[in-house]
């Protein structure tokens, strides 16, 4: 009992939780100068998210993509990079699977497999892009995986257009069902909530998350070279092909997810005339969540409960959707800020300091 006692007074547990207090604090306070009832505001939205079974599954769908994003981003970050990419790389996972779920016919179970491997490869490849031109030619991998985000929607778009949107249409033809990954016996339990086998793939990609980067020889080059490349090469390490493999992994979390969301999820992918977000959010994910496995799925969880239950406040506080936004931005400074939140915690913090003496 202790034990549990202490790892909830840590410096580590309290401080993002008390940031989070703290920026639903600021989002009530925002409600009540927008005339609005913030206690009522957080009931509809804590009902629209387990108030059925039915809108407990889109919940868990809603959080799903964004554990991929989060892993992508805090990778990267964890490695000394930042993949600023994540949405085009999320984007080129959703084209590769859904290319290889229409233009390919294979027996079930190997054809989605098969689509989610080639959407996470095309992930890879496409933050591998940034990252050779970071160790090749010095270009900062910011300004390149932005820039690849724009350029992995047009292209998307054209391949769409060109080889899988039947004429007249917006979008391309409906993946076969061999390659479709909805776990339809727990989406029938959840009132046909649009679950799939994307949501254990993301818990799973969380530990692969930790072990690559804590228990093996690959993880301590990575962050060995994130942390230090010029001791790193003085040690043997090869730098460049590091910053190569760290930018390829991390697009391969985010490749997944779009695979995962093609496949699960909608079974088509449509022309798109804007991003789907997901990958902008999994930067506030990784930051919630403080770049550790463990901290991204509990971040994507309250993003992503956030997110889905803003409809809740709309519709039954009559709270806009983007006072949401302003709590969801409020929670993301303060986990950023975290300066503010040890300053106001120091009471609490010394205390613990002195006990533990």
């Known amino acids: 009992m202790n034990r549990v006692i202490q790892v909830f007074t840590k410096e580590s547990f309290l401080v993002p939780l008390f940031a989070i207090i703290l920026g639903l604090v600021v989002g009530a306070l925002a409600m009540l100068a927008g005339g609005f009832n913030p206690l009522l505001a957080y009931e509809s939205l804590v009902v629209k998210v387990f108030g059925d079974l039915y809108n407990f599954g889109e919940a868990i769908r809603q959080i799903t993509p ?84 724009w350029i992995g929607m047009y292209f998307a778009n054209y391949i769409l257009n060109a080889f899988l949107v039947p004429k007249g249409q917006q979008r391309s033809e409906i993946v076969h069902d061999s390659a479709v990954i909805t776990l339809q016996a727990l989406s029938n339990f959840l009132g046909g909530a649009r679950v799939h086998w994307g949501t254990p793939l993301a818990l799973i990609c969380a530990v692969i998350f930790f072990i690559i980067l804590w228990k093996t020889k690959t993880g301590y080059e990575l962050r060995a070279v994130g942390l230090n490349p010029h001791a790193s090469e003085y040690a043997g390490m090869s730098v460049n092909r590091n910053i190569v493999k760290a930018m390829f992994i991390s697009g391969l979390f985010a490749g997944l997810g779009g695979a995962c969301e093609t496949l699960g999820v909608f079974h088509y992918l449509a022309v798109m005339s804007a991003m789907p977000g997901y990958g902008f959010d999994g930067i506030a994910v990784a930051l919630i969540g403080g770049n550790t496995p463990i901290g991204i799925v509990l971040g994507a969880f309250l993003f992503g409960a956030l997110s889905y239950g803003a409809a809740g406040m709309k519709f039954s506080a009559g709270v806009p959707i983007e006072l949401i936004r302003i709590v969801i931005s409020s929670v993301i400074f303060f986990v950023a800020a975290h300066g503010i939140v040890r300053y106001l915690l120091k009471p609490i913090l010394a205390k613990r300091k002195e006990e533990g003496r």
């Open 66 to 149: 964004l554990i991929f994003t989060g892993l992508a981003v805090a990778f990267a970050f964890r490695t000394g990079l930042f993949n600023i990419g994540a949405e085009g790389q999320f984007i080129m996972g959703m084209l590769g699977a859904v290319y290889v779920g229409v233009a390919f016919d294979l027996p079930p179970i190997i054809h989605a497999v098969v689509a989610i491997i080639v959407g996470a490869l095309m992930g890879g490849i496409w933050a591998g892009i940034a990252g050779y031109l970071k160790a090749a030619r010095g270009v900062h991998e910011v300004i390149t995986s932005i820039m690849l985000n």
